[in-house]
């Protein structure tokens, strides 16, 4: 039984968020938006088009103009400029115009690389999105943010452009491998962090259903996390105010990011993000002590870091100051009050930086080895 959210922008519906558990209601979808006249594009990694992209292809065939299916190597070292250009070129030789509609299949990457080529193609073609991980179901699918990186650093070109759908079939999380299924819960886990703290401690609850991703739990558990960042984006859909919320722990986690050469993946960097934040409110005095272990230990039955190793605090406190997030060199750090309550502050110190990387650097006690 598929359940439908839709999204507002500037108080009016934008688009709808379909939950579902199957792929059997995309070409009644696809339908509704005339694509019978249309020639639409799959577009999605290698790695997911191997999973579903045949599939997905032969299902709504019948139900466009033409359709046709663009896979570019897997990874996030592919977001960049030169695979928005190699889509360009197919869309060309294909001879897609602005009447077609293009179909993000896949994770983050693949729904960033789409949207920018999307909202660039011809001035803008439209695009739905069909999320493949946690990760992009529960946030990056939802509030229009598209874009690439740029010579290693995160996101920095990109657009705000809606999607015409977003087409969320659950039962394709049972198909994650662990590190890419948790590496989701992370974002997932800062909803609750920064909004929400009952949907924190039904997260608490239900560790084991989430543990197994028993079917109904994974539903409810997207459902509640797209409701949040449902109604920050809609008071503050270009970043102006309350979504830079959703910024909690990616300042410290995108800088891990980059001098980790992207080794680790998105979700993993947030959580070690997360933790740092957590320290820095409760040296703020916001958090009790309790209270940051608490959210620190969290992270762990979920197989999310919460210490690294091997990087420079320095490095990483530089790296902030080239974050996209930074205003004329001052950074909007987000810290939490409270479980459930999250605040930009703007006088986090680079001391506050330079304790919290070295409170989750992992360093060996020499003396343990004797």
Request: hydrophobic share 40%.
């Amino acid at each position: 039984m598929s359940e439908r959210m839709t999204i507002n922008y500037d108080k009016k519906p934008c688009y709808d968020i379909l939950f579902t558990a199957s792929f059997e209601e995309l070409p009644e979808e696809l339908l509704k938006l005339d694509s019978k006249d249309r020639k639409v594009c799959i577009i999605t990694d290698s790695h997911v088009e191997s999973l579903y992209g045949t599939e997905l292809l032969d299902r709504i065939t019948p139900f466009c103009l033409k359709a046709v299916m663009y896979a570019f190597p897997a990874g996030e070292e592919n977001k960049t400029l030169d695979t928005v250009r190699d889509i360009y070129r197919f869309l060309i030789e294909e001879k897609f115009n602005r009447k077609d509609l293009l179909i993000a299949l896949g994770g983050g990457v693949t729904g960033d690389i789409t949207g920018y080529a999307a909202a660039t193609y011809l001035r803008g073609v439209d695009f739905i999105q069909i999320p493949t991980t946690l990760l992009a179901q529960c946030d990056s699918s939802i509030g229009g943010k598209t874009g690439v990186d740029f010579e290693g650093y995160k996101n920095m070109v990109g657009a705000f452009y809606m999607p015409k759908l977003v087409y969320m079939n659950v039962s394709v999380l049972g198909t994650l491998d662990d590190r890419q299924f948790y590496g989701g819960f992370a974002e997932v886990m800062k909803h609750g962090l920064i909004k929400d703290s009952n949907f924190y401690e039904w997260l608490l609850d239900k560790m084991y259903e989430i543990h197994e991703r028993d079917p109904e739990t994974m539903l409810e558990m997207v459902q509640k996390s797209c409701l949040i960042k449902k109604l920050v984006v809609e008071k503050d859909p270009t970043e102006k105010g309350d979504r830079a919320l959703l910024n909690f722990g990616h300042t410290i986690g995108h800088a891990i990011e980059k001098a980790k050469n992207f080794n680790m993946t998105h979700g993993e960097c947030v959580a070690l993000g997360c933790v740092a934040a957590a320290y820095i409110s409760w040296k703020h005095e916001w958090l009790s002590m309790e209270e940051y272990y608490e959210i620190r230990d969290m992270f762990v039955p979920f197989n999310l870091p919460i210490t690294i190793e091997d990087i420079d605090p320095a490095e990483i406190l530089a790296l902030t100051k080239s974050d996209k997030k930074a205003e004329n060199g001052s950074i909007k750090f987000v810290l939490l009050k409270k479980v459930g309550k999250a605040v930009i502050d703007r006088n986090v110190t680079d001391d506050d930086i330079l304790n919290a990387v070295k409170e989750i650097l992992y360093v060996e006690d020499e003396n343990s080895a004797e």
